[in-house]
């Protein structure tokens, strides 16, 4: 059984940063894929990124290029970097955990919210 406590969301203004952070409870971390989510209003969750337990990332086109997925095992936690902010990338983000490719079937954390303002 896996855990997963995301923080780091806010208000940004387009340009900015944020970093997310999502802590995970539980044993075998480093076994785990992890993934950053997000779903914006009136619309499907989606991909943002993904990185394998052996740190092989994997991140869609619209974010390619400004954000970062990046996992401490130490510390159990996985990041999300989040560089020249866009209006459109408003949405609660979601971090997930599997053991294999499946998403739906593994572990999801309940969201933190990220506003970006025009």
């Known amino acids: 059984q896996v855990q997963l406590a995301e923080s780091g969301g806010g208000l940004v203004q387009a340009g900015g940063s944020l970093r997310l952070s999502c802590a995970a409870s539980?044993?075998?971390?480093?076994?785990?894929?992890m993934g950053w989510f997000r779903q914006a209003p009136r619309k499907e969750r989606e991909l943002v990124a993904t990185?394998?337990?052996?740190?092989?990332?994997n991140y869609a086109d619209h974010v390619k290029g400004r954000f970062t997925i990046s996992r401490d095992n130490a510390k159990n936690t996985v990041f999300l970097q989040m560089n020249s902010l866009k209006p459109e990338d408003t949405a609660v983000y979601y971090c997930?955990?599997?053991?294999?490719?499946?998403?739906?079937?593994?572990?999801w954390g309940q969201g933190t919210q990220v506003t970006v303002s025009s």
């Open positions: 539980g044993r075998f971390f480093s076994r785990y894929a």
């Open positions: 997930a955990a599997t053991r294999d490719v499946n998403y739906d079937h593994g572990y």
């Open positions: 990185i394998s337990s052996g740190g092989i990332t």
